[in-house]
């Protein structure tokens, strides 16, 4: 069986090419595409191609794990993206809060032009076809089992959208294509490559898992010094680097070995898995800026 991890796969100039061949043959079967986003790396987890992949189509953006946001920061990339007239909508595809929103709000904005010609030539009864696109783990399948109703899809993390194509019947006489496109997730800057590192987006193995958690560190210190006081119950000054914070976070824990070191592996665990599964609260590593420019 060919290996689906998310972490081992590699995308490759020849897995684009071919991602980009089978999001093109499909969007002719679609009226609009659901593009999805993780609503903590909006930027991050946005592979950039997808403006000129889809530009033919109406498309609407899910900032998806807003359970796992920072609420303010994710209102604020609504309006950011309403600027650059896209229309948004936070999401947690987990629970399904936010889904119910979706087809009134695609009927009412992205895909109004489409409702109203379909009114004018008697063709309101036609299905509304989608496609979900995005990147690995952002919550394609999620989506789609949410919005089907069932665990019918199994997602694989490999190029392109190469199964026989299946409709999912949602309500609303919509239907959804049930694969997504799997989009490969862009590192155009180190900083981009990290963020996505500490979402688990893709492999940690990227830097060494010390100096991914004292990176996390050092930004929860600057950007949400609450959450790390209170998870970790310790105190620290700005002039501390991410490694004495790992040091700290460490010792708090009891993670010490022989001789009184410091275990900062086992705590460089802790720190991402405890991020990841939203026990340090909801944090937003990616910031709209003010002008929306
Ligand atoms: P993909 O198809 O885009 O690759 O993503 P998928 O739906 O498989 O979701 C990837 C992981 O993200 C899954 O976790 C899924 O449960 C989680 N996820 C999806 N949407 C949300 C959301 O809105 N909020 C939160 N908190 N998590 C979300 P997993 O650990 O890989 O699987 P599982 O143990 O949850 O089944």
Redesign the pocket.
């Known amino acids: 069986m060919e290996n689906t991890d ?1 972490k081992t796969i590699q995308w490759f100039p020849g897995h684009m090419a071919k991602t980009r061949r089978a999001i093109s043959a499909n969007l002719k079967l679609v009226d609009a595409v659901v593009e ?1 986003i993780d ?1 903590r790396t909006p930027m991050s987890s946005r592979n950039p191609e997808i403006d000129s992949l889809t530009s033919s189509k109406p498309r609407i953006v899910l900032l ?5 946001a920072d609420s303010k920061v994710t209102s604020a990339w609504v309006n950011y993206f309403k600027r650059e007239n896209v229309t948004a909508l936070a ?5 399904g ?1 936010g889904l119910n929103k979706l087809m009134p709000v695609l009927k009412a904005t992205v895909l109004k032009n489409l409702m109203e010609k379909r009114q004018k030539s008697g063709m309101v009864g036609a299905p509304v076809r989608l496609m979900v696109l ?12 949410r919005l089907a109703g069932s665990k019918r ?1 199994k ?1 694989e ?1 490999r190029p392109g959208v190469t199964r026989t194509k299946q409709w999912v019947k949602l309500q609303d006489n919509t239907e959804l294509l049930d694969m ?1 496109g ?1 989009l490969w997730p862009k590192f155009e800057d180190q900083s981009t490559a990290i963020k996505l590192a500490f979402t ?1 987006a893709i492999s940690d193995d990227i830097l060494d898992i010390e100096t991914l958690a004292m990176k996390l560190l050092s930004f929860l210190a600057e950007n949400y010094p609450q959450s790390l006081k209170e998870r970790y119950k310790i105190e620290y000054d700005e002039s501390d680097s991410g490694y004495v914070l790992l040091e700290k976070v460490g010792k708090k824990r009891g993670m010490v070995i022989s001789g009184g070191e410091i275990n900062t592996e086992r705590a460089a665990v802790t720190v991402l898995d405890e991020f990841r ?2 026990k340090l609260g909801r944090i937003t590593l990616e910031f709209p800026s003010v002008s929306g420019e």
């Open positions: 998310m999805i609503a998806n794990k807003c359970d796992l999401v947690d595809c987990k629970s809060k995005g990147i690995p783990n952002v919550g394609k399948s999620s989506l789609i089992n899809t997602v993390d997504p799997v688990g599964s939203g």
